[in-house]
């Protein structure tokens, strides 16, 4: 079975406090794990797709990348507005749909 | 990045009203549409996956008869919730892709239920 999970859960960090967030997943045939942010009451706004091992995508502060079982996601220096609910997802095998992580409350404080 | 609309963000209706929630992809072409619905705290649970011109698919436990899918274009989706009861309130979101492409998702619907 398809399966994602993230950790942590949850992830205080202060303002410049650089940290990362794990992915691992089990997928029959790996077609693209998609990164998103998630900000309480909107939906998942789109962030990073990475393909195949060894892959890494930047976009200001944050970096994804990819190996043959789990995907980081790097903020570096993060601040407030960094705040957000990050969700992993990988395609369910043989489909379109997403199998979604339960995501990681990230909250940096000032 | 691609941009995805639904229209209303918020609606209350009273039980055993109808409401229809609309989801368009503004600026390319959807092959595929999903349904989804997120209960406070809690991640995303598909709802449905509908492809333009064709019957939606629905997941195990979400009733067909209850929520009424229609892709009547590459652009737009629409999900009715029939006979609504408190029980339906919830955060539906739609998200939008071409084939075998980035789902991207709306802003979401905020259902309440009275």
């Known amino acids: 079975e398809d399966q994602v999970t993230q950790s942590p859960e949850a992830l205080r960090l202060q303002e410049g406090e650089s940290s990362s967030l794990n992915c691992s997943y089990t997928?029959?045939?790996?077609?693209?794990l998609f990164w998103y942010r998630q900000d309480p009451g909107k939906g998942p706004e789109f962030l990073f797709t990475?393909?195949?091992a060894g892959e890494e995508k930047e976009k200001e502060r944050l970096k994804a990348t990819l190996t043959k079982k789990e995907s980081f996601l790097h903020i570096t220096a993060p601040k407030p507005e960094d705040s957000a609910t990050y969700l992993c997802?990988?395609?369910?095998?043989?489909?379109?749909?997403?199998?979604f992580g339960k995501g990681t409350k990230l909250t940096v404080n000032p | 990045g691609a941009v995805v609309s639904q229209h209303p963000s918020r609606v209350i209706c009273k039980s055993g009203t109808s409401v229809k929630i609309e989801c368009r992809s503004l600026?390319?072409?959807?092959?595929?549409m999903f349904w989804y619905r997120q209960f406070p705290k809690q991640s995303l649970m598909l709802m449905a996956t509908?492809?333009?011109?064709?019957?939606?698919?629905?997941e195990q436990g979400v009733e067909k008869d209850k929520f009424l899918i229609n892709h009547a274009s590459l652009t737009l989706s629409t999900l009715t919730v029939t006979s609504a009861h408190p029980e339906d309130s919830s955060f539906y979101i739609c998200?939008?892709?071409?084939?075998?492409?980035?789902?991207?998702f709306g802003p979401g619907t905020r259902l309440l239920v009275l």
């Open positions: 998200s939008a892709a071409r084939t075998q492409e980035t789902q991207y």
């Open positions: 600026d390319f072409q959807a092959t595929t």
């Open positions: 990475l393909y195949s």
């Open positions: 509908s492809n333009e011109g064709s019957k939606a698919t629905y």
């Open positions: 997802a990988v395609p369910q095998g043989g489909s379109e749909k997403l199998v």
């Open positions: 997928v029959s045939g790996l077609r693209g």
